[in-house]
């Protein structure tokens, strides 16, 4: 165990959610965020005496690994207990007996919670919650949303008296985002008693003609002035902490590697971007609807595409069949690597395709996200790291101490998973690590494809529709 050196920042939020019982802590990637909040809980229970449980809610690594191993990391939370409600059934209501001060479980255990606590005719115990990552319960609302948000709405605001919400990306995908948020702070107090009243205050909606299959349709639009209006309605109820306040960070060298597509791929991509077919060697790539037609021209950009029109090839599904029309990115990669040195490189995929082709083309390559892969990388073994961003943000600590070079081979819109994809081995990491070097950053980008759209989307708040509508647009 060792000893706790707080930041400079740290008695503000300790001051802060002292003061605030119902708050937002928003504290950029790679800040000690839990820890942070630990020690607070542990002022709360070993010098405020508390007797009320906390019950802590993450993606399944930050609650099964994270939070459970701060409590051994440092010696002044040797006296908070924490129990870690995860794995089966069994387990969970194993971990609910076990006397502890904090219990710590991911969001999809929330119905079950509710469940177990119904059968065993429990009332609920817990009168704090800490929502880590918060933007989990973004899809909140009164009558409709998901299912996990909705147990809790039944209990925030007549059974818990003191709630957190802490991330370091409150809106990664717009304004939006903060209403489901923000209803467990106050109960619609400042953005509205309703999403429909929320919307209707400061969003509308503009008739288009949609990019990719020309018809009509409608495109939401933020209103003047709305997001300064928002912000000052959250400022009393939120503190937000920059790195970039606190420390001389160094920003990450950006790289574009713009790769060309072959005669015969670029022909296949404008087909299917025409019609909503394409022939390629023999094998018909169908789209049966425009957000198909949009996955299916990633693929075709990225290298290979899944001949089932409604596959997408996610992370979930099994083998889906592929046709491969080009290896520009793979050569790309491979022409990146050799200018590293043998230094590792952190690569991004999106496709199960796109996996399945790198760890052909390079044998050597580690899989990150997988236990075993992310123990190997982080005692320094191998030279190229492949990972998912869905799979490689909350809760993966460690590489930074051997890396500092990330490249994305696939692209996707969201800028949540993008942002926790760099900051594995961002700027904030490297000064953890005690690291005087650069972040540098490779996008290879297959040229006039949506790839510069999603590029174009992540570093601008405008919307899809704008920015595939000016793309075409462009081409035409």
């Known amino acids: ?20 019982r119902r708050c937002n802590l928003w504290a950029g990637m790679g800040l000690g965020k839990t820890s942070l909040v630990e020690t607070y809980l542990d002022a709360v229970y070993n010098i405020g005496g508390e007797d009320a449980p906390t019950l802590v809610l993450g993606p399944l690594r930050v609650a099964r690994d994270v939070w459970p191993s701060e409590t051994r990391k440092w010696t002044h939370l040797a006296e908070l207990t924490v129990s870690p409600v995860v794995g089966t059934p ?24 509710e469940e177990h606590l119904a059968d065993n005719r429990r009332p609920w115990p817990f009168k704090r919650v ?10 909140f609302r009164l009558k409709q949303g998901g299912s996990r948000a909705k147990v809790l709405g039944k209990v925030a605001h007549t059974h818990i008296t003191d709630w957190i919400n802490l991330t370091g990306t409150p809106s990664p995908n717009g304004l939006k985002d903060l209403w489901g948020q923000q209803w467990f702070i106050d109960k619609g107090q400042r953005l509205g008693l309703t999403y429909d009243a929320f919307e209707g205050r400061w969003f509308a909606y503009r008739r288009v003609k949609d990019a990719l299959s020309g018809k009509p349709g409608l495109q939401p639009i933020i209103l003047p002035n709305a997001q300064d209006e928002i912000m000052r309605r ?7 902490i920059d790195p970039k306040d606190w420390f001389d960070l160094r920003e990450p060298i950006v ?7 072959p005669a015969p791929a670029r022909r296949a991509y404008r087909e299917l971007e025409r019609k909503f077919l394409a022939e390629i060697d023999g094998h018909t790539v169908e789209a049966f609807n425009v957000a198909a037609k949009s996955l299916k021209l990633l693929q075709l950009a990225n290298g ?13 599904s099994g083998e889906p069949k592929t046709v491969e029309v080009h290896d520009a990115k793979l050569q790309a990669l491979e022409s990146l690597l050799e200018e590293q040195n043998g ?4 690569v991004a995929y999106h496709f199960k395709s796109d996996l399945a082709r790198i760890q052909r083309a390079f044998p050597y390559a580690i899989n990150v996200a997988t236990p075993d892969g992310l123990a190997r990388a982080k005692r320094g073994e191998g030279r190229l790291w492949v990972g998912h961003p869905a799979s490689m943000g909350h809760g993966v600590d460690g590489l930074q101490e051997h890396c500092h070079t990330a490249c994305f081979f696939g692209h996707w819109y969201d800028l949540e998973q993008w942002q926790q994809f760099i900051e594995r081995i961002g700027p904030v990491r490297q000064m953890q690590a005690g690291k005087d070097r650069a972040v540098t950053l490779h996008y290879i980008v297959a040229q ?3 790839d510069e759209v999603v590029m174009a989307r992540r570093t601008s708040k405008r919307t899809v529709q704008d920015l595939l509508l000016e793309h075409m647009k462009g081409k035409r």
């Open 255 to 261: 790289n574009i590697i713009p790769v060309e597509l």
């Open 130 to 139: 800490v929502a880590d990552e918060s933007t989990r319960l973004k899809n």
């Open 304 to 316: 290979a595409a899944y001949l089932d029109p409604n596959e997408h090839g996610n992370e979930a």
């Open 343 to 346: 230094d590792p490189v952190l």
């Open 448 to 450: 006039d494809t949506v």
């Open 234 to 240: 959250l400022a009393d109820c939120s503190l937000t």
């Open 90 to 113: 069994a387990e969970r209501a194993a971990a609910l007996r076990r006397p502890a001060q904090v219990y710590v479980t991911n969001y999809d255990n929330l119905q079950w919670l």
């Open 1 to 20: 165990m060792r000893v706790y050196r707080p930041r400079a920042f740290a008695p503000r939020v300790w001051a802060f959610l002292q003061e605030h």
